[in-house]
Structure formats: C-alpha cells, structure tokens
C-alpha cells in the first residue's frame, strides 16, 4: 500500500506540474494535500475515476486583468488585478483579496486551494476562492488607495456577487480597502447585498469579524492544549506579524493568560520580555491602523523592549508559537529551534507560514501543530456569519458571534482529531484538516456529475 500510495502521489504532482509550471506555492500546497488524502482516495475507486482531485486542482475560473489608475502626481501606474474562483460544490466562491508586491498566479491559486478546504471545514456554505493584486499600498496616500481600489472593483464587479463570489480582507486588505471596493461595487450594480465582507459595522459588516481570525486561531489552540490538559495560562507566546491577525491572537492569547513577547513585520520583529499587554496593544493597533508605521518604532516608545532589524522571531524561547505574516515564513531550521527551545504548541494563524520541512520537524517531535487551512478558519466562518446577517437583513449582537465562533472552531478541532488522530494517538491535523474538508467537496462533486 505504502508503495502504491508513493506512486499515486508522485505521478498526481509531475502531472500537476507539467500542467501548472513555475507555480511554486501552488505545487507547495497541493503536495501536502495530496500526501495525506492519497490513501483515502486509492481506497475510494469512485474518487479516482472521477477524477475528483484532479478537478479539484484545476480552478473553475481564473479572471486576470488589467487595473489602471493615476498616482497623487497625475502619473500612470499599471497593475494586475486577479480572481481565482477555485470550486464551487458546496456554496458560492469566498476568500480574500491581497494587495501586495508578491502577488502572482502561483500564489493565488495556492491560497484559493486552501481556501476550497477551510471553507468545508468551518460546516458553512462556502466554496472557495482567492483574489489579489500586485498593488503594494504601503506608501500610497488614502486618495490613492481608493483611486487604485475603485478601478480593481471597476473590473471585478462583473464576476462577483452575493450568489456567486464574495470576497473579503488578506494581506494588505482591510477595513479601509473594503471600504473602497464596497462603495465602488455599490455604486456601479446599483445594489446593496452582501458581497464583500469585513464591512464596517454601522454598514453591514458582522461584530467580530475583524477579531474573528486571531481570536479563532488561539480556540484552535486552546482546544489542542487541552487535548494534553493544558492551556495558554502562564505561557509564554512568540507571534510573527503585526497586521490584523496578529494584532487580535496577541489580545485573545492575553486574555487567556498568556504572555506575548513578539511581534514583526517584513523589516524585523520586536522583544518585549515584559508582554504586550492591552495598553502596548493598543498603541500597536493605532501605529499600523491608523499611521500606517513599522514595528521598529515600537521600541522607540517602549525603550525596554529590543528590535532585531531583518530577523524573524523563531529563535526566541516560547511554549507556544503562532506564525500570523505570511506563507513560508517559518522554515526547518527555525522549526528545530523552536523545538530546542521547549515550544510545545503551533497554531497558525497565517496561510502555509510553516515550510514542508517545518512541519516534518515538528511532527516528528510531537508538538500539537495546527495547519492554518484549519486554526485560521474562524476569520472565513465569521465572513460566513456575515454573509447570512446581510441575507437575513439583521445583526447579531458580539456576544453571539463570538458563541458561534467559538463553537465553530471547537467543531473543526473534533473534526481533525476523528480524521487524524494515528494509531500512537498522536493527532496528525494536517491529515485530519485535508481528509475532513475534502470529504464534504468531493461528495459534492460526486453528485453534481462532471461539471
Ligand atoms: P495584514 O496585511 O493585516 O498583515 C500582514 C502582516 O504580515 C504585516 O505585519 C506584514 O508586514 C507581515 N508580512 C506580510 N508579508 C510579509 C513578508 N513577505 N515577510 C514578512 N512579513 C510579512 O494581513 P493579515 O493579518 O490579514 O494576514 C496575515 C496572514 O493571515 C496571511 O497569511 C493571510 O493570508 C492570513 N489570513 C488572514 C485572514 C484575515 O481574516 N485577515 C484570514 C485567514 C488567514 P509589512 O507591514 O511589513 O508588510
């Protein structure tokens, strides 16, 4: 069997390959997929004649255009814009929007993929989808993020709607750009529905949407902590990230009684030996919300606290860590000296942050360790929860979001431990997470015959 299941999945890749060249983060992500479900596909004859895998790598859809728009100066500035509409069987195409320099095919199509698994997995209604451009917003005046995002949603518009596709924040989306988009998309359909989320409250947005990811990803942990009776209390917590993930796992792991001592962006990341308690948490919130600065500037109004300019923050001594910047962020060496170091939680709270190598480390070393497509999932179930606000035309009070989040993410949990726990006992969630999200899409697909 081992044999066989070797075969399957090396001849699924060098297909997915030659069909898919170059696309790095793409091959990355269907890898690990495929390696955990190849088993349950080889014992379901059904699957592999319908080649259900196969569909499920090829997108429904790609939509890639053109994005014009002038700069403060009167200048021209070009750039792409994209919509990967990934699969469809169980709802309409959701996922997020990323702006940021690195943005390409490859990438989008990764995190679509993803995204298809998450979305079956938070028990909701959501197909999957991903949607971005290579617009970095860093440095561009208000007026100019607004310009580029009326011309993005211009295009993208004809492609989305509440029944259809209905994206939401990512990396260099958040409530500003939705903002943007939403009155552009409002104003060219002449409609108010619910096709983004991440809306503002006062307009259709749902409370706890902008907690929802950070806060899933630390009841994810929670739930994986008490599998070993344990729990966030007195721990000490390394986070990568300063965006909106990390800034809401930092307040909800403090809440818990954890102590966070860590925080990044793409330059470096911040040591506070003391914690970021609410009120640094606070000033950190305004310095990226609001001012739109760098980490580094921390230190400068928190003098005790070190920066490590150009570093990432795995070598610092933690029990628990939780990756919330970006794919690839955290490789197998750095893996090793978490495990040196005693960690004995990771939860992410970003997309693929941890490398192949990562996980393998580890794995072996029996640290509970949550894939993202999984931990991270409580942001798309409260976009979810947002979406059948705006259906229902009514709002739900915090209290009942959070209620619902939180039982959402219990559900994925126990859903990963049916799935993954492995004769030694050991919770493998990576297969739990894959084989639990793609049971739900492939029976879908199965009924709904070759489309
Ligand atoms: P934000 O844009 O709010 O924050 C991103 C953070 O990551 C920033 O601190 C940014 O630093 C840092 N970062 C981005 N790119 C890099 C890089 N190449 N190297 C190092 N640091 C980097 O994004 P979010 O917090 O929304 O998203 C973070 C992660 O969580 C992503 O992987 C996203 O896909 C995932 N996610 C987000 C969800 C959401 O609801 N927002 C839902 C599920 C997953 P800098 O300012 O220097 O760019």
Redesign the pocket.
Known sequence: MEKQVQKYVEDFMANLKAKNPGEKEFHQAVQEVVESLAPYILENPQLQKMKIMERMTEPERVVMFRVPWLNDKGEVEINKGYRVQMNSAIGPYKG?I?F?S?VNLSILKF?AFEQTFKNSLTTLPMGGGKGGSDFNP?GKSDNEVMKFCQSFMTELQRHIGQDTDVP?????V?GREIGFMFGQYKRLRNEFTGTLTGKGLGWGGSPLRPE??GYGTCYFAQEMLATRGDSFKGKTVVIS??????QYATQKATQLGAKVVTL????GYIYDADGIDADKLAYVMELKNVFRGRIKEYVEKYPKAQYFEGQRPWGVKCDIAMP????N?LNGEEAATLVKNGCICVAE???M?STPEAIETFQKNGLLYSP?KAS?AG??ATSGLEMTQNSMRLKWSPEEVDAKLHSIMKDIHAACVKYGTEPSGYINYVKGANIAGFIKVANAMLAQGLV
């Open positions: 997020g990323r940021h690195s995190l860093k939401a924040g990512d990396i260099g958040g929802a990811t990230g300063s965006g909106n993930v990390a990044s962006d793409s330059n919330c910047a970006t794919q962020e709270g970003a997309n942050p993202g991270n942001g798309v």
